[in-house]
């Protein structure tokens, strides 16, 4: 399989909340974009591990995702060791990405942190030809993707770029809402979390917004560079 865009999350849900709308919108454009969860979040106060995989399979299908995979990682344990940075060499070999999007470098879930550890050390291992992985029982080639980028989830991190998701704020919003078990839902009758709040879910809002305001659009999705991308001329920025 190969993708443009391998979208990875600790968490079903975070993918959906920190890039959903540039997804939407790049599969529009005509690329190909595979989401990996790397755990079930298990240890989520709302909800159950079958229950979320139905809901993250709802929420790739409202943004077209090619594909969905999960690491099966334990949640609330993520690190960057040997196991763990394998297992997802292995998603990225398959998927063969040109973009890498993680979670942010530093956030208020400690996961969400050791994920971006995680999958950054897991990018440059994906490339190592001594390094051997199989898929489905066959030997996997070296894959590195050429950029690693971290979208903005809980904390406001300051962002490198922000990309215009004029048109897609609502997709965005409808693959967020489809995990209803953890996002607002007055139907709920499950303890409220710091995300199942109508303030968080307005929040997405505000920032998408303020993203937007920042570039001159409607809504606007920030994210972080793990190292300083090159252009090939000023043109690409015109």
Known sequence: MQVDILAIGAHPDDVELGAG?????HVDLGYKV????????????RGTPEIRVQESQMAAEILKASARY????????????EKSVIEVVKVIRHCRPRIVIANAPHDRHPDHGAAAQLVAKAVFSAGFSKLKTTWEGLPQ?????????????????QPDI???ITGYFQQKIDSCLAHKSQLYNPESKEPETVISSKEFLDSIEYRARDMGRLIGTQHGEGFIFSRTPGIKSLSELL
């Open 141 to 157: 080639a070296p894959w590195r993707p050429q950029l690693l980028m971290h979208y903005i989830q809980f904390i406001n991190l």
């Open 70 to 81: 999960n690491c099966y990682l334990s949640d609330g344990w993520i690190t960057a060791d």
């Open 162 to 164: 922000i990309v215009d």
């Open 34 to 45: 595979a989401i990996l969860d790397l755990t079930q979040g298990e240890m989520g106060t």
């Open 21 to 25: 709308g540039t997804l939407a919108k």
